[in-house]
T-cell receptor, first 111, second 120 residues
Framework: QKEVEQNSGPLSVPEGAIASLNCTYS??????FFWYRQYSGKSPELIMS????GDKEDGRFTAQLNKASQYVSLLIRDSQPSDSATYLC???????????FGTGTRLTIIP | KAGVTQTPRYLIKTRGQQVTLSCSPI?????VSWYQQTPGQGLQFLFE???????NKGNFPGRFSGRQFSNSRSEMNVSTLELGDSALYLC???????????????????FGPGTRLTVL
């Protein structure tokens, strides 16, 4: 079983709609969870971090964490063409700086 | 505040050569991690340095090494380059962990632009 599972996509969403990205992880010791956005040819850019069960909202982005189900998701509301990118989920264990990444979901927003 | 910087941005080497990549973390950040990104394997952790000490190491051969200086700048070295070492090498920095009462927010890592290494 892979440590982090992400649907590689591609995921196509109409402009203005909600994009939903999902990630499951196997390490129950995971404490910190992150969503990064990566444009083609660029480095990952932090979108959201979440540490506690529940929802965390930041502008058009909402991260959801369910540690019992070992599941983290990212919702993007009012999707824009500029949101087209690969989205990477990652986690780390408390006290360990190593980030374990999923393979990424390629998201395309259709105008 | 300036972000993470990496030099050089692009490198072309031939098999058997060695290469040194440099990373300067965000001011005040003392932890530096290195990652390799390839289309086939995705983002993989190489190693992490804090206070000039390697604290964590990924599953890479000994040809991959690194170090950190007293100003928190870090270098990684790859010796005897192989074709499969062609990749984007990313450096990320984060705040140091406090000795107690650690806040999870200090785990957040910020990436530099990367060094694109091509091995011919």
């Amino acid at each position: 079983q892979k440590e982090v599972e992400q649907n590689s996509g591609p995921l196509s969403v109409p402009e203005g709609a909600i994009a939903s990205l999902n990630c499951t992880y196997s390490d129950r010791g995971s404490q910190s969870f992150f969503w990064y956005r990566q444009y083609s040819g660029k480095s990952p850019e932090l979108i959201m971090s979440i540490y506690s069960n529940g929802d965390k909202e930041d502008g058009r982005f909402t991260a959801q964490l369910n540690k019992a189900s070992q599941y983290v998701s990212l919702l993007i509301r009012d999707s824009q063409p500029s949101d087209s990118a690969t989205y990477l989920c990652a986690f780390s264990s408390f006290g360990n700086e190593k980030l374990t990444f999923g393979t990424g979901t390629r998201l395309t927003i259709i105008p | 505040k300036a972000g993470v910087t990496q030099t050089p941005r692009y490198l072309i080497k031939t098999r058997g050569q060695q290469v040194t990549l440099s990373c300067s973390p965000i001011s005040g950040h003392r932890s530096v991690s290195w990652y390799q990104q390839t289309p086939g394997q995705g983002l993989q952790f190489l190693f992490e340095y804090f206070s000039e000490t390697q604290r964590n190491k990924g599953n890479f051969p000994g040809r991959f090494s690194g170090r950190q200086f007293s100003n928190s700048r870090s270098e990684m070295n790859v010796s005897t380059l192989e074709l499969g070492d062609s990749a984007l090498y990313l450096c990320a920095s984060s705040l140091p962990p406090p000795s107690s009462g650690r806040q999870a927010s200090t785990d957040t890592q910020y990436f530099g632009p990367g060094t694109r290494l091509t091995v011919l």
